[in-house]
């Protein structure tokens, strides 16, 4: 059947679904250009500081939640619409707020926007991609999520580099130069337009349609999706015995022992990879450069090359995650974490007195941008949009995905907390340690879904 597929057609659709991700590595990255910034002008104190760099993933816990519902009785393609609008309300009401607490809000509408696309756009992905090459359409939102990062921190570096050097009145004097977190977070205003504009011009999952009953409908997305109508119809056919198949209430097939399983195990590699350190540098990233020796300018272009670090080792593993497979990935990926956490947790505390340069400390995190990139963070998005059977795939990947964003808030919450009282070596040994157990559940507990179709990895579950 692959050889029968309209992969230039396939791709088309999968970048317009993947354009969220570069809304949802935006919004996570621009914080850290403005916290210092937000908080002086606020006097935030560390816990305050953490609350307006966690309250957005408030916000996305709760589209997590909800979004597995909303994609399983709206469509995937609507459910994408309104996270559009979320994000460009948000950006839209960073940029012109009047105190902490209105920000507070609009950062709380944005983490909504974040949750629901972070769900959605993969399965909507996973769904309209054949099983030889859905590893790499799907990481594609990954990599648009290190396209967002990394947008957020030059413009984050660009807006610092000349604000002292823009001649300006106004409006543009005011967001640009006088307090440059505005602008900084409502640069996003541009890309949210974009991607709520080009949705128009997709179709809806044919999977949804076909659970939802509306098999003409279906047929036809599935006649675009693939080359000729022989194609077509062996897709649809597999598609509807799968479902013909399922039990009829989606809470009912959730309790099925070996489903219930796939979303335990899901669940658990989606917290664990959050505290294995990735955010903590993503939100972070200044401040901890700053207190190495890095000059300001200095550690923010420190943040640049990590973004870019980040977006060029995701356009690899986004070749190659069909290839090697994604457990080989995590195997070798969260290995190198682990070493180099180490050396960062040592060089905190002992690279003072042994007089070693900041230099060292941001080659080691530069290392350790490139192993989480080519492993957890190709791989997780992948994995997640693809264990769990058709009609309950947005239920599952919300509750999964629910242990994500719990996991990244508890980091943007306590990493000042844990930098201050655990100090940067024992926070650093903290996340190395906690690649451990997800090492674990990814060898014995979580097949190897590479070239396999969305049904036979649900046959797998449930024998």
């Not at 080691?364 to 941008?369: D, R, V």
């Amino acid at each position: 059947m692959d050889n029968r597929n309209n992969i230039p057609y396939i791709i088309f659709l999968s970048i317009v679904a993947a354009l969220g991700g570069i809304l949802f590595g935006y919004d996570t990255a621009v914080i850290s250009g403005t916290t210092t910034d937000v908080a002086s002008q606020f006097g935030l104190d560390d816990i305050s500081k953490g609350w307006y760099v966690g309250c957005a993933l408030v916000g996305s816990i709760i589209g997590v939640a909800v979004a597995g519902l909303m994609s399983d009785y709206l469509g995937r393609k609507k459910t994408m619409l309104i996270s559009a609008v979320f994000f460009s309300v948000s950006a839209i009401g960073c940029c012109i707020c009047e105190g902490f607490n209105d920000l507070v809000a609009y950062r709380i509408i944005g983490g909504l926007g974040i949750g629901i696309v972070s769900i959605v756009s993969p399965i909507y992905i996973s769904e309209i991609s054949p099983a030889r090459i859905r590893g790499t359409m799907v990481s594609l939102y990954q990599l648009a999520v290190t396209l967002g990062l990394m947008l957020a921190y030059l413009v984050n570096y660009l807006i610092l580099s000349n604000a002292p050097e823009v001649e300006a009145a106004g409006f543009i004097k005011w967001a640009f130069v006088d307090e440059m977190w505005r602008g900084m977070l409502g640069s996003e205003t541009v890309v949210t337009l974009l991607f709520f504009i080009i949705l128009f011009m997709i179709p809806e999952s044919p999977k949804w349609l076909m659970v939802k009953k509306r098999e003409q409908e279906a047929m036809k997305v599935f006649g675009r999706l693939r080359c000729d109508e022989a194609g077509a119809r062996e897709e649809f056919s597999i598609t509807k015995s799968s479902i013909d198949g399922e039990v009829k209430s989606e809470w009912s097939a959730l309790m099925h022992p070996g489903i219930r399983r796939a979303v335990l195990f899901g669940c658990a590699i989606a917290i664990l990879g959050q505290f294995m350190g990735v955010n903590a540098v993503l939100y972070y990233g200044p401040d901890i450069f700053a207190d190495a020796g890095l000059a300001s300018k200095d550690s923010s272009f420190s943040t640049v090359l990590v973004g870019l670090v980040n977006m060029l080792t995701t356009v690899l593993a986004v070749f190659i995650i069909d290839k090697v497979g994604r457990k080989k990935l995590i195997y070798w990926g969260v290995s190198s974490m682990i070493i180099c956490l180490l050396c960062i947790a040592g060089y905190f505390a002992f690279g003072s007195a042994l007089g070693i340069s900041p230099v060292v400390l941001l080659i080691l995190f530069l290392m350790y941008i490139f192993s989480q990139a080519i492993s957890i963070s190709a791989v997780v998005f992948v994995l997640l949009s693809e264990m769990y059977p058709n009609k309950v795939r947005g239920i599952a990947m919300s509750i999964a995905g629910l242990s994500l964003w719990v996991g990244t808030y508890l980091i943007g919450q306590f990493t000042p907390w844990c930098m201050t009282n655990l100090t940067p070596a024992g926070t650093f040994l903290f996340f190395a340690v906690m690649c451990l157990p997800y090492m674990y559940i990814m060898w014995k507990k979580i097949p190897e879904t590479t070239g396999k179709t969305l049904e036979e990895i649900e046959a797998y579950w449930k024998q």
